[in-house]
């Protein structure tokens, strides 16, 4: 999709159709209510008669004939005007884009005056608009040969607008990079895990770091077993393909020690192991690595962006699977912590190999850690798909998470972490166990097993399981993995202070 900014008067747009946003209030620009005069007043008409109430989300298309340089107007509502947030108009875009997508329109333009009274900067909201473009346009395809049964594609997207060049300029690049991370994002996880395995995640990270101040290195089995990686090492015991611990480090502060560590589980498979899955819906454990991802996209789009942090990634990558040398029920293992773990259930895999890459962010002296895992069914018990569940140690952290999730739209929930919880997980023949038996609050035990192997840094735990992937088509989104978490990661760090 090509984006480009200009200032020509709406009478000069050439464009297949023309996006028009609007807010419950309905107020036409002069410009707009000058060309529809040209129109003989068929877009006030049509919004008085389709009872066009410009809720946010709603649409109505309108057939302009030729007079003017585009056959149709699409208007799109944003709500009220003092709720708009970055969300709102992120939704806004691609509703209208997918809408227009279906008609076949490949040349759009919008038109957008300056919002008065709106809280967000001119940056913010073509950035918003251009990751609302991109994500909803995104299709996996790569497994189709049939190439022409394909939805089709916008090709390019004209802004229309008196916001000041520089500023809205750069909102616009920074969307396109930002995008493309959560759509590369997206793609690791709809891979199916018979291509996206370890070594896959391992290429995707070494390409990223091509990027200049962006550095990649990878512990193989040998040098996991060196560093007493054994909670991981048990979960890679059925696999097939070599587990691989990814680290990949942004030195955009070079004066600075600091550290942010963010660390993705990356099981690129999740049968259950023995403690098997059932088969419906195991297909979508292809996308258990979706925090791993997700953090190897937020690297990329930061390191793009070229803010000044230092930020590490990690991502413990291997497959969960069974075989005769598989970890079993009842096995104990050890830890890269030294704690020892009864294995209760193998399916409970994430909260293991999330123990010995959040002891190894250690070595960083973080400021604080960042985990996004696809952890628990009971997350998405709890809260739904709409909203991933947040878990940690540290109030002020997670209030500046909430925030950037709200600011992102990639929206997070606290769940309590009381000390209660952490007892549950507590084991009668080891220092602790991977699953506690009954009682209820699976994802709120997971991340009191991951307590145990923080204690001294800040952390926060983002349990993915329900925003990771979507089993529905939206109107702003398709199905598959979302890259959720790479936004937010975006957004928080640009706020880090
Ligand atoms: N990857 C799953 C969690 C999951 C389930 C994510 C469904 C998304 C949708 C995780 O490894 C798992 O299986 N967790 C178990 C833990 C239990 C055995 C203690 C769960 O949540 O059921
Ligand atoms: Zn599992
Ligand atoms: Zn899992």
Known sequence: MKISKFNQPLLEVKAQALILFLFEEKLLSQEVLHIDQELEDILQTVIKEEKFEAKKGETVEVNTGTKLGFTRVLLVGLGKKKLLSSLILKRGMGIAIRTLAKSNVSNIGVFLPKMVGVKL????????????????????TEYKTEKKDLPSRVEELCFYTNYPDKLFTKGLKEGEIIASAINRAR??????????????????????????K??????DKEEMKQKKMEAILAVSQGAHHPPKFIILEYKGKPSSKDWLALVGKGITFDSGGFSLKPGNGMDEMKFDMAGGGAVISAIEAIAKLKIAINIVALVPATENLVSREAYKPGDIIGSAAGKTIEVINTDAEGRLVLADALHYAKKYKPKA????????GSCVYALGVHVSGMLGNNEKLMQKIKLAGEE?????????????????????VADLRNASTGNGGGAITAAAFLLEFIKEYTWAHLDIAGTAWSTE????????ATGVGVALAVELVRKWK
């Open 408 to 428: 992102s739209g990639d929206r997070v929930w606290e769940l309590p972490l009381w000390e209660e919880y952490s007892k549950q997980m507590k084991s009668d």
């Open 369 to 376: 850690v960042i985990d996004f895992a696809t952890l628990t």
């Open 214 to 219: 962006v550095r990649c290195r990878i512990l």
């Open 473 to 480: 088509e939206k109107s702003y989104l398709g199905k598959g």
């Open 187 to 212: 793609d690791y996880g709809n891979h199916p895990s018979n291509k996206a395995n370890p070594g896959y995640l391992v290429e995707m990270a070494q390409e990223v770091a091509k990027i200049s």
């Open 121 to 140: 900067s001119a940056e913010k909201i073509a950035e918003s608009l251009v990751i609302g473009a991109i994500t909803s346009e995104y299709q996996f």
